[in-house]
């Protein structure tokens, strides 16, 4: 049988891979200190399900999502962030990825371009291809000012993840307006992933939804995953004007129907008391990401700049280290893991993204210490990475 030739040349995505392989270790009654999981542990009791109906539970709702949860999300977004939204500019759905995933497919016809600024979350790339796109990547060392030179006839839209995965970097209000001129001159749309708004620390939190009440050019995407601590719920939401609304709600209809009507209902009843549990965490994370920020200068570790998320992006240019080589081997020989590099762009192999959501500080401190010693060593061969796998029956990276 011929399967998709496209699914077939899709990559696994990295991050998950190792993942993977971390799950499988831990399944072996191996202790891995996790640096690799995109989210962070939060304490958020059980809230009881006495106030929701759970009868109900069991059916389809709104395919735009449950209107009195579409309110809550819009009433969080005109609080914290300022901004004027309507619950009608609101669609939810199972996650924010297959959020991004139809906007690429209603954006784009066949072998049209979105540009991606890296380093950039590893589904954008496969999912512009999957939606018969070309990914074009906006290198993480060009200034935002030549931002117009990588428009084309082609560019649909400009992808930015704010504040950034994996960096951490927090895009100033003077950047956005800036972004978002040039995208409205260029008569393309401007996607803004928001996924990490609440961890700010320092400064305000300036959500892009403040740029043009109409969204005219705009698509915000945003999930409960990041700043609420719940990944594993998979609800995410789209913030955008209502014609380009109506084109993922048909495609909502076909792909998901909608969100889990339980999970939903859930929400709208506790929203703001987990949030209350929720982002005090955030705060405390934030302050132990400024002692592990002093940490790594101290260790003489080299990463590209940011003040935001649970996030490090580690420069290994001068160690001649192949990023994907040096983790499978941490992690199979000191039970530490940690995602490669590249992963996130064409111009990001020589980097590290560690996370420090879910582990302690004392951890990380060691992982941090072992990983400068094996960067020193420089003894990895891809070849015997790979034979390790197949000694320890790991799956290789597809």
């Given at each position: 049988m011929?399967f998709?030739?496209?699914?077939?040349?899709?990559?696994?995505?990295?991050s998950?891979?190792l993942?993977?392989?971390?799950y499988e270790?831990k399944?072996?009654k191996?202790n891995?200190?996790?640096l690799?999981?995109g989210e962070?542990?939060?304490?958020?009791?059980?809230?009881?399900i006495?106030?929701?109906?759970?009868s109900?539970?069991?059916?389809?709702?709104d395919?735009?999502?449950?209107?009195e949860?579409?309110?809550k999300?819009a009433?969080?977004y005109?609080?914290?962030?300022?901004t004027?939204?309507?619950?009608?500019k609101?669609?939810i759905s199972a996650g924010?990825?297959?959020?991004l995933?139809m906007?690429?497919?209603?954006?784009?016809?066949?072998?049209?371009?979105?540009?991606?600024h890296e380093?950039?979350w590893l589904?954008?790339?496969e999912?512009v291809k999957?939606?018969?796109?070309k990914?074009?990547?906006?290198p993480f060392?060009?200034?935002?000012?030549?931002?117009?030179?990588y428009?084309?006839?082609?560019t649909?839209a400009f992808?930015i993840?704010?504040?950034?995965?994996p960096v951490?970097?927090?895009?100033?209000?003077k950047?956005?307006n800036?972004?978002f001129?040039?995208c409205?001159k260029?008569?393309?749309?401007?996607?803004?992933?928001?996924?990490?708004?609440?961890?700010?620390i320092?400064?305000?939190?300036?959500?892009?939804?403040?740029l043009?009440?109409?969204l005219?050019?705009l698509?915000?995407?945003n999930s409960?995953?990041?700043n609420m601590g719940?990944s594993g719920?998979?609800?995410?939401y789209?913030?955008?004007?209502?014609k380009f609304?109506?084109?993922?709600?048909k495609?909502n209809?076909h792909?998901?129907?909608?969100?889990?009507?339980?999970?939903q209902?859930?929400?709208?009843k506790?929203?703001e008391k987990?949030l209350?549990?929720?982002?005090p965490?955030?705060k405390?994370?934030?302050?132990?990401r400024?002692r592990i920020?002093a940490?790594?200068k101290?260790?003489k570790?080299k990463?590209?700049e940011?003040n935001?998320?649970?996030?490090f992006?580690?420069d290994?240019?001068e160690?001649?280290?192949?990023?994907f080589?040096?983790?499978?081997?941490?992690l199979?020989?000191?039970?530490?893991?940690?995602?490669?590099?590249?992963?996130y762009?064409?111009?990001t192999n020589?980097?590290l993204r560690?996370?420090?959501?879910t582990?302690?500080?004392d951890k990380?401190?060691?992982?941090l210490?072992?990983?400068?010693y094996?960067l020193?060593?420089?003894?990895y061969?891809?070849?015997?990475?790979?034979?390790?796998?197949?000694?320890?029956?790991?799956?290789?990276?597809?």
């Amino acid at each position: 049988m011929n399967f998709s030739k496209k699914v077939i040349e899709t990559p696994q995505a990295l991050s998950v891979y190792l993942n993977q392989l971390v799950y499988e270790l831990k399944s072996r009654k191996k202790n891995i200190v996790t640096l690799s999981l995109g989210e962070s542990f939060f304490d958020i009791p059980y809230l009881g399900i006495e106030n929701v109906d759970f009868s109900k539970g069991y059916h389809y709702s709104d395919s735009k999502g449950l209107k009195e949860l579409r309110i809550k999300i819009a009433n969080f977004y005109n609080k914290f962030y300022n901004t004027k939204i309507n619950y009608e500019k609101i669609l939810i759905s199972a996650g924010s990825k297959i959020i991004l995933y139809m906007c690429f497919l209603s954006l784009l016809n066949n072998k049209e371009e979105i540009l991606i600024h890296e380093p950039a979350w590893l589904s954008y790339k496969e999912q512009v291809k999957l939606a018969n796109g070309k990914p074009i990547f906006f290198p993480f060392n060009e200034n935002l000012k030549n931002l117009n030179k990588y428009i084309g006839k082609k560019t649909k839209a400009f992808v930015i993840n704010n504040p950034n995965n994996p960096v951490g970097k927090l895009y100033t209000k003077k950047e956005l307006n800036y972004i978002f001129k040039i995208c409205r001159k260029r008569k393309i749309y401007l996607i803004v992933d928001e996924a990490y708004s609440d961890f700010v620390i320092g400064k305000k939190f300036f959500s892009c939804a403040n740029l043009d009440s109409e969204l005219e050019n705009l698509i915000i995407v945003n999930s409960l995953s990041k700043n609420m601590g719940m990944s594993g719920w998979r609800i995410g939401y789209l913030i955008t004007n209502p014609k380009f609304l109506i084109l993922i709600e048909k495609l909502n209809q076909h792909l998901i129907t909608c969100a889990p009507t339980f999970l939903q209902m859930y929400m709208e009843k506790n929203f703001e008391k987990i949030l209350s549990y929720t982002l005090p965490q955030i705060k405390n994370l934030l302050y132990k990401r400024q002692r592990i920020q002093a940490f790594l200068k101290k260790l003489k570790f080299k990463f590209l700049e940011g003040n935001s998320t649970f996030y490090f992006f580690i420069d290994i240019t001068e160690y001649k280290q192949n990023a994907f080589t040096l983790c499978v081997n941490l992690l199979i020989d000191e039970s530490i893991s940690i995602v490669p590099g590249n992963a996130y762009g064409e111009n990001t192999n020589n980097f590290l993204r560690i996370s420090i959501g879910t582990e302690s500080e004392d951890k990380i401190y060691q992982s941090l210490k072992i990983l400068k010693y094996k960067l020193e060593e420089n003894n990895y061969t891809t070849q015997n990475t790979l034979k390790k796998l197949d000694k320890n029956s790991l799956a290789r990276f597809d």
